[in-house]
């Protein structure tokens, strides 16, 4: 049996894979005003489909790993949501505008579960696994992309991860459309995220630009550090993230929980042997 989940509510779904197209839109509206964008997609505008489609690769990948999960948030489309974002949106063409007013995804976020979780599969794309006919997407030519500023980047949040989140739960991405920011939307992912930890009694871990940063440190995340990646001395061009770490408050800063566990069935053995 799959074990329990924190509920779903307040147009908080799980992602699927016909949910793709939408979610690089969302995606590439919103992290557009991460640091990180900036210093990796540092060709975004000469080549916005490419980023489009690394998003729809990237979620697609995620949606399909069972080592995963991916949330979506829905709100009430308002109507040219793209003049809200300097990011160049080139959607998918099979993607209409709804009715104003109509729910449609806003946001999404993603989470990696801890090693040896028993929660492995648990979230999956059913429909999606059973189709004969599954959707690709290539991830495009990735022309948009610095690869030094990426691979500098990714090397050093490797290593913070190696050393810091060993056996830890991870909150993977957050974003919203900016049409749609500070209507709560990034709290609700992000509250879903932390009841799980809760939940697995898990600490969870992220590496967070500035905009989450304050989102996850108002949620009772704590800072270990920053990690800054720069161009050269003289340039002055770098970018910064910080590693935060969230414990739930039945694990000890140790990680072990507060209480062992079998103390929780101690009385109902009493119980039964009587
Ligand atoms: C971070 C983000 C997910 C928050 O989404 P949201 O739906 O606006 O979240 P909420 O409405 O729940 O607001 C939560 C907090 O986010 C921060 N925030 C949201 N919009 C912001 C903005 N335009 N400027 C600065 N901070 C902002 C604030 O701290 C806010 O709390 P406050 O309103 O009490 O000040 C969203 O701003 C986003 O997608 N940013 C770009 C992508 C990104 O940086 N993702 C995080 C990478 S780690």
Sequence with gaps: MSPKAPPFCDNVRLATIADVPRI???ATAGFYYSP????????????????????QKMFADIIRDPQYVALVIEDEYRHLENN?????????ISLMPPKAGTKIIVGAATWKFQPR????????????????EKPTFDGGLGRD???????????????AEEKYFQGHQLMDMIVVHPAYWRRGNGT?????????????RVKQGVIAAEMGEKLYLS???????DIEVMDDENSGNKVK?????????????????????????????????V
């Excluded at 691979?151 to 290593?159: A, P, R």
């Excluded at 509250?191 to 799980?196: F, P, Q, R, T, Y």
């Excluded at 414990?247 to 042997?273: E, I, Q, V, Y």
């Design 84 to 92: 809200e974002t300097d990011a160049t949106i080139e959607a998918d």
């Design 36 to 55: 990180v964008f900036s210093w990796e997609r540092t060709y975004h505008k000469e080549y916005p489909r490419d980023t489009m489609m690394s998003y």
């Design 24 to 26: 690089a839109v969302v």
């Design 241 to 273: 993230v910080g590693v935060l770490q969230y414990t739930p408050s039945n694990l000890s800063p140790h990680g072990t929980p507060t209480k062992p566990r079998l103390w929780g069935w101690l009385p109902w053995l009493f119980w039964r042997a």
């Design 188 to 200: 609700k992912l992000v509250k879903w995220g932390l009841e799980l930890a809760d939940l697995d």
């Design 145 to 159: 992309k610095s690869e030094d500023h990426t691979e500098d980047l990714d090397c050093k949040c490797d290593e």
């Design 117 to 132: 979780s028993s929660r492995v599969g648990q979230f999956m794309d059913s429909k999606d696994m059973e189709s004969l």
């Design 219 to 225: 949620m009772n995340y704590k800072k270990l550090y």
